[in-house]
């Protein structure tokens, strides 16, 4: 029989990796002016100082660094001006720029055009439009907060985080970052908690300073977010619907080569990469996003961007940001961008490390010095972070988990399910002195390095070495969350770590403070409160292998929790302990810590229902088709050998093999349809629980067959692209 099915084309592919054939000719390429392009499309400080009038520029000042009320009078000016400075560079349109609790970022464009009723029209943009607009919300995850009938919601400027022009094809729109909630004020987005939580974290730790004698200064919350993710070339992409559909590969065999031989990590990024790396940078560069590092991951295909850190608020925001331009410029370059935290089986998945501090505008609290046993307000804000660590394991857990991220997390592969922190010999050293003796005197001492070369200079050497398999590491001055998925917002880890820290520093204050009142001198006061709370969060500290098979054992003597699956750990949200902690701390209400749990079970169902309905319908229509095609070869062939009377033992054989494998794969598919025909109850829980006991079970049976017959059916008659190609063209 001859080729039903058209091969996709591998070589196409290839040939996209040429800068000749994607028109770019490298001495044409228009040079960078770093410094000219960087913000060029914000409406940034510089900007506002140029174009508002003084007082309104200082008001507006006041509330982005210091976080005071914005008088609403300075609207107007604000909007008039930012239309101005919109228009100039050619917007026709504005924005509300919104993070529903679908992960994403939500836009409806109004145009500035007014008709003046004489057949013309002026632009007008006024500081209501500003400050409020009123998208129609009925279509957005709310989680009971609201019927659908009731379709109000409200969007809410967010002077804090700068609006920014967006350049589409054929013209730009003005982008307003604000905040979203329903008719009756339950925060129906990312970007509010996250805002209350920083609010949180800057009152306790001003508290803290005040304490320690420091001028009450404001203490914000700052994030970098590194960025992992795959690209393959459309050629592939599109012709796999799982792809497509999910975001990930529901079938494909390993390919001959890997990742076993560690030749991608840091290796020279290839030149279309490089290309497409440099047009990201330079959107984002435009739109006032830091870029910064880039290199080559660990799988084939994988890649890392990550940014400068910025304060938490406007970081979340351009993480945002560059996902959504990630995507956008690989198109241009005939690539696809997944985000996905598990595209491909076999290789190493995507994640996103969230890297976490909080200072003021010239002290980063979180960093030690040379000497951090004599850094005492080091060590108090330290000890506040492994506290909230210790306690609230869930909820950092929680905030982790959706269903891409269950392929990595506690799966074998890094970091573990499993919340534990790294602190590094040095203060893992200075805090057992400070247990033991009630006082650190030392620091271990980081030191020179030299590289017994005299031509090369001597190094200054790290105290602590780091450490890759932690999920939550101290990295120097700042701590590193390494458990979140690469498709994931960040706003929610990062009000996680916000919220639960402020409430440590709460209680340690107060202990202090109490503590002061008996008569006690601060020092004294200090060192005894450090020394006692050890004990509160010594179990949390593991400076080893976490993924060494040993450490689960340990950490389940250690009573640290191991909550594997997105099931196990989302109940943990609504617990009565959490509830009282974002209650207390003003960050979400109950009703809308209750929303979300109800919306992320939800968005877990969808996830694995789609992909179980994926899985079935490429399996029944793309694969068995291909395998019963080869068998009908087969077997043709072994009828026109015998009546030659040539041998057909091997022919038959492997007609054999291959009927086997359908027959199973029919069983499997049949088996998989049951389940998806299913509907696992009533309430949004029950669906869930249904996902992952049945469905994952039954498209994991129908994914062993297909791709042990992805290894015997001949190649021009496989009908989706394969890991070797997907993986190793570019
Ligand atoms: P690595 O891969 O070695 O962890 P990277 O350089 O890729 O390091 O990323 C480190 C990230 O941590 C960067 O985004 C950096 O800006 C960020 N970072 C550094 N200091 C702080 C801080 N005080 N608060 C938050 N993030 C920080
Ligand atoms: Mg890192």
Redesign the pocket.
């Known amino acids: 029989m001859t080729r039903v099915v058209p091969r996709f084309d591998t070589l196409a592919a290839a040939r996209h990796t040429s800068p000749a054939h994607n028109g770019q000719d490298e001495k044409a390429r228009k040079r960078i002016n770093l410094e000219e392009v960087f913000g060029e499309n914000v409406f940034g400080l510089s900007q506002m100082k140029a174009r508002l009038p003084k007082p309104v520029y200082q008001a507006l000042l006041s509330t982005i660094q210091n976080g005071s009320e914005l008088d609403p009078s300075v609207a107007d000016a604000v909007a008039v001006a930012m239309k101005e400075w919109a228009i100039e560079r050619g917007a026709t349109h504005f924005t509300h720029w919104f993070q529903p609790l679908t992960g994403l970022t939500a836009e409806k464009h109004d145009s500035f055009l007014r008709p003046t009723g004489d057949g013309r029209a002026i632009t007008e943009f006024g500081g209501k439009e500003l400050v409020q607009g009123e998208p129609d919300a009925s279509s957005f995850p709310s989680g009971g907060l609201r019927a659908t009938f009731e379709a109000r919601g409200y969007t809410a400027w967010d002077p804090t985080s700068p609006a920014f022009l967006m350049e589409g094809p054929g013209g730009a729109y003005l982008c307003i970052p604000t905040a979203f909630a329903s008719w009756a004020g339950d925060a129906l987005d990312k970007k509010t908690p996250l805002l209350r939580s920083m609010h949180a974290l800057d009152q306790q730790a001003r508290r803290a300073l005040e304490l320690f004698g420091s001028p009450a200064r404001p203490v914000r919350a ?5 960025q992992e993710f795959f690209l393959v070339d459309e050629e592939f992409y599109y012709r796999r619907p799982d792809l497509v559909t999910c975001g990930r590969t529901l079938f494909g065999t390993k390919p001959p080569k890997g990742q076993e031989m560690e030749d991608h990590y840091f290796g020279s990024i290839p030149g279309r990469v490089l290309e497409y790396m440099n047009e990201v940078e330079l959107e984002l560069y435009k739109l006032g996003v830091p870029v910064t ?1 880039r290199h080559n991951e660990v799988a084939p295909g994988q890649y ?1 961007m ?4 910025e304060g938490a608020n406007p970081a979340a925001d351009h993480q945002q940001l560059m996902m959504s331009t990630m995507r956008s410029v690989a198109r241009k370059h005939a690539l696809v961008c997944l985000l996905h935290e598990k595209p491909f089986q076999g290789v190493n998945g995507s994640g996103k ?1 969230l ?3 909080f ?1 003021t505008a010239d002290q ?1 609290l ?1 960093e030690p010095g040379d000497t951090p046993h004599d850094n005492i307000q080091f060590l108090f804000f330290c000890s506040a972070v492994l506290k909230a660590v210790a306690r609230h394991q869930d909820l950092l857990r929680a905030a982790v988990a959706h269903a891409g991220n269950d392929h990595r997390l506690g799966a074998n592969e890094a970091p573990p399910a499993i919340i534990s922190a790294f602190l590094g010999d040095q203060l893992q050293d200075v805090f057992e002195q400070l247990e033991k003796a009630g006082a650190a005197k030392s620091s271990k001492s980081s030191g020179l390095m030299g590289l017994g070369v005299k031509v090369l200079p001597r190094l200054p050497k790290h105290a602590g070495d780091r450490n890759r398999t932690s999920p939550f590491a101290f ?1 120097g ?2 701590w ?1 969350f390494r458990a979140l998925g690469s498709s994931q917002s960040v706003s929610f880890p990062a009000t996680v770590l916000n919220t639960i820290v402020a409430e440590a520093i709460d209680e340690l204050c107060t202990k202090l403070e109490t503590a002061l009142t008996k008569g006690a001198t601060f020092d004294d006061a200090l060192r005894e409160l450090l020394a006692a709370e050890i004990h509160e969060f010594k179990h949390v500290i593991f400076n080893g292998d976490n993924y060494a098979p040993e450490w689960v054992e340990e950490a389940e003597r250690r009573g640290l929790l191991n909550l594997r699956s997105t099931m196990d750990a989302l109940p943990r949200l609504v617990s009565e302990k959490n509830t009282t902690l974002f209650e207390k701390y003003g960050v979400l209400s109950h009703r809308e810590l209750e929303s979300r749990y109800e919306i992320y079970v939800d968005q877990y169902f969808k996830t694995v229902n789609i992909e179980g309905e994926t899985g079935q319908y490429i399996a029944q229509t793309m694969i068995l088709p291909a395998a019963t095609r080869y068998l009908s070869d087969l077997l043709e062939t072994a009828e026109r050998a015998a009546d030659v009377g040539m041998k057909t033992e091997g022919v038959l054989a492997t007609a054999e093999q291959v009927n086997q494998l359908v027959d199973l794969l029919t069983d499997r598919i049949a088996a998989l349809a049951v389940q998806n025909q299913e509907l696992g109850g009533d309430d949004v829980v029950s669906k869930a629980g249904h996902m992952r006991e049945n469905i994952i079970p039954a498209l994991n049976a129908v994914r062993d067959v297909v791709d042990r017959l992805e290894r015997i059916v001949p190649d021009d008659l496989w009908p989706i692209p394969t890991y070797r190609e997907m993986l190793f063209v570019k």
Request: aromatic share 10%; proline share 9%; charged share 20%.
């Open positions: 700052t994030l970098g977010p590194e590092t890392e990550a940014p400068i850190y490390h890297n976490w501090s200072g980063n979180l990295t001055n700042k590193e």
